[in-house]
C-alpha cells in the first residue's frame, strides 16, 4: 500500500501513540482496521446504500 509520505509519517505516529513502549507500527496494519471503522460509521455513505439505484 502507497501512502503519500505525510500521511505515512502520522499513520506512523498514531501506531507508535497506540503501543505500549512507543513501538512503531506498519501503516498498512492500522490503514484497513481505521477505514473498516470509518465506512462503518458514515451516516452518508450509509444513507446513499440504503437508496435503491
Known sequence: MELPAALHRDVTDFGRLLTEGGMPVE?????????ERF????HGFAKVRRTPP
Do not use: C, R, S
Open 27 to 35: 501503516p498498512a496494519k492500522l490503514v484497513v482496521p481505521m477505514l
Open 39 to 42: 465506512v462503518a460509521i458514515d
